[in-house]
């Protein structure tokens, strides 16, 4: 069993960046897959950013390649969000998830085991 706990939400001006965290407690192993997915009021949720956890090995949205950056703290189990250039579009319910298996770009919430609670990221422009 793994939980997952997101922090670093909050409102910032378009252009500006914020720094997402995921702490993980439990035991993530190599194999699995960390990954951050958002939700806009009215939409689906949506794939933003995967990480293999052995390796980091990364995959992206197109949306969002080129501005935001995962990556990882084996010694902490933390997972991070790195997003630079925002975007009142970014504007989202951001959550941390994580699969027991790496799948790269991979958009299927089903296949993600375990979720956060989420941490809104408003934009303004």
């Known amino acids: 069993q793994v939980q997952l706990v997101e922090s670093g939400g909050g409102l910032v001006q378009a252009g500006g960046s914020l720094r997402l965290s995921c702490a993980a407690s439990?035991?993530?192993?190599?194999?699995?897959?960390m990954g951050w997915f958002r939700q806009a009021p009215g939409k689906e949720r949506e794939f933003v950013a995967a990480?293999?956890?052995?390796?980091?090995?990364?995959a992206y949205a197109d949306s969002v390649k080129g501005r935001f950056t995962i990556s990882r703290d084996g010694a902490k189990n933390t997972v991070s969000l790195q997003m630079n250039s925002l975007k009142p579009e970014d504007t989202a319910v951001y959550y941390c998830?994580?699969?027991?298996?790496?799948?790269?770009?991979?958009?299927?919430?089903?296949?993600?085991?375990?979720w956060g609670q989420g941490t809104q990221v408003t934009v303004s422009s």
């Open positions: 990480l293999r956890w052995s390796g980091g090995t990364t």
């Open positions: 439990g035991r993530v192993f190599s194999s699995y897959a």
């Open positions: 998830a994580a699969s027991r298996y790496y799948r790269g770009y991979d958009p299927n919430t089903n296949n993600y085991d375990y």
